[in-house]
């Protein structure tokens, strides 16, 4: 595989979506061949698998049902989109990825980072070149989305699980160079500068 992989991961209300349409129109205009896609969801099956996911009925899930159901909707986003796309030298650009799975089901479930990503082995071919982790206070995060539409079974969980996401993808991004960190506090312009600046200075983008 070429092509370049890059997500964007925060907890809920950090505004990826917005930093995703920005990135995606302006590596369209320079010439670039993008792919958005989103996680879970992405293809027919895993759209599905989303929908039971978030299911706010679906209270009895156990916590390693939902870490497999994760993965199960990622093997198949790599093997139907992703991986295809970056055979044909696209760009990926995805909205979460493996890391969502490390801070919401290993650190805020407590089931390990280590079980996460050993079991992700099986589902993704390639990490990402670069993650944009954009952090935001888990109270003001859960603000935004309340304003943005009704919250899924997640995002209906308790404030304390929300702050050990914060507080796990920050410790991620202290782990691992390849994780950016922006303030998701800053002006949406300003942070679309600072993604900008970082894809220049890694080389992953002219």
Same mark, same amino acid.
């Given at each position: 595989?070429?092509?370049?992989?890059?997500?964007?991961? +925060?907890?809920?209300? @950090?505004? #990826?979506?917005? &930093? *995703?349409? /920005?990135? =995606?129109?302006?590596?369209?205009?320079?010439?670039?061949?993008?792919?958005?896609?989103?996680?879970?969801? +992405?293809?027919?099956? @895993?759209? #599905?698998?989303? &929908? *039971?996911? /978030?299911? =706010?009925?679906?209270?009895?899930?156990?916590?390693?049902?939902?870490?497999?159901?994760?993965?199960?909707?990622?093997?198949?986003?790599?093997?139907?989109?992703?991986?295809?796309? /970056?055979? =044909?030298?696209?760009?990926?650009?995805?909205?979460?990825?493996?890391?969502?799975?490390?801070?919401?089901?290993?650190?805020?479930?407590?089931?390990?980072?280590?079980?996460?990503?050993?079991?992700?082995?099986?589902?993704?071919?390639?990490?990402?070149?670069?993650?944009?982790?954009?952090?935001?206070?888990?109270?003001?995060?859960?603000?935004?989305?309340?304003?943005?539409?009704?919250?899924?079974?997640?995002?209906?969980?308790?404030?304390?699980?929300?702050?050990?996401?914060?507080?796990?993808?920050?410790?991620?991004?202290?782990?691992?160079?390849?994780?950016?960190?922006?303030?998701?506090?800053?002006?949406?312009?300003?942070?679309?500068?600072?993604?900008?600046?970082?894809?220049?200075?890694?080389?992953?983008?002219?």
């Amino acid at each position: 595989m070429s092509g370049i992989f890059i997500t964007m991961e +925060g907890p809920d209300g @950090s505004g #990826k979506s917005t &930093q *995703i349409e /920005l990135l =995606k129109d302006y590596l369209s205009e320079k010439g670039y061949d993008i792919i958005v896609t989103r996680e879970p969801g +992405g293809t027919q099956i @895993s759209e #599905k698998i989303r &929908q *039971i996911i /978030l299911d =706010k009925e679906n209270e009895k899930m156990s916590d390693m049902t939902e870490l497999m159901l994760y993965v199960a909707a990622r093997a198949q986003l790599v093997d139907e989109v992703i991986k295809p796309a /970056l055979d =044909k030298n696209q760009v990926v650009i995805s909205d979460r990825f493996v890391d969502s799975s490390a801070v919401y089901q290993g650190i805020a479930r407590g089931l390990g980072t280590k079980l996460v990503y050993e079991m992700n082995q099986y589902a993704i071919s390639r990490m990402p070149d670069i993650t944009f982790l954009l952090d935001l206070d888990a109270k003001e995060g859960i603000k935004r989305k309340k304003h943005q539409a009704a919250l899924d079974r997640l995002e209906l969980e308790k404030l304390s699980f929300h702050e050990k996401v914060v507080e796990g993808y920050r410790s991620l991004a202290q782990e691992q160079d390849r994780i950016v960190l922006i303030d998701a506090t800053l002006p949406k312009e300003t942070i679309f500068e600072r993604i900008i600046s970082v894809l220049q200075e890694r080389k992953i983008m002219k």
